[in-house]
């Protein structure tokens, strides 16, 4: 299972977030949308699958495939998700996402979160830079 979210659910779920964020500057995404979010549709199948009979991800204990399973779904709406098409994943969400230490996780950080809303058009100009569009750069010669 951890390999299965270092090769599928990180990457798939990152790109729909990806695209579903880019502003009306990345032009036309109507493709890379639906595919990423279906994608993600997709792999909410697979662990929903993978859950019917078993309470976490690898088996009845708790390990690090839920621990890195699960901050990739907490954002399941803006993924374009309905968690209550699945209902041994929703489980599994309410069980993991109810758990103290991971209420701390979670939570870590969250007074370093920026509101968009509040920043100038130049401040997020800056991000959209930083976040989008990168290239290398050169080595040195």
């Keep these: 299972m951890v390999i299965w979210q270092m090769a599928n659910q990180g990457p798939k779920l990152g790109?729909?977030?990806?695209?579903?964020?880019?502003g009306p500057e990345a032009g036309?995404?109507?493709?890379?949308?639906?595919?990423?979010?279906d994608e993600t549709n997709r792999l909410y199948g697979?662990?929903?699958?993978?859950?019917?009979?078993?309470?976490?991800?690898?088996?009845?204990?708790?390990?690090?495939?839920d621990m890195?399973?699960?901050?990739?779904t907490v954002g399941w709406?803006?993924?374009?998700?309905?968690?209550?098409?699945?209902?041994?994943?929703?489980?599994?969400?309410?069980?993991?996402?109810?758990?103290?230490?991971?209420?701390?996780?979670?939570g870590a950080g969250n007074n370093l979160r920026v509101d968009p809303s509040t920043l100038t058009a130049e401040e997020r100009a800056q991000m959209r830079k930083i976040m989008y569009n990168q290239r290398a750069i050169a080595a040195p010669a």
């Design 46 to 65: 697979v662990m929903n699958n993978r859950l019917y009979d078993r309470r976490y991800l690898a088996g009845d204990e708790y390990t690090i495939a």
């Design 15 to 22: 790109e729909c977030g990806h695209f579903r964020r880019a």
């Design 77 to 106: 709406e803006a993924q374009g998700q309905d968690i209550d098409e699945f209902k041994y994943f929703k489980r599994w969400f309410e069980e993991v996402g109810n758990r103290p230490a991971v209420k701390r996780g979670m």
């Design 28 to 37: 036309d995404l109507t493709y890379a949308i639906r595919r990423f979010t």
């Design 68 to 72: 890195i399973s699960y901050p990739w």
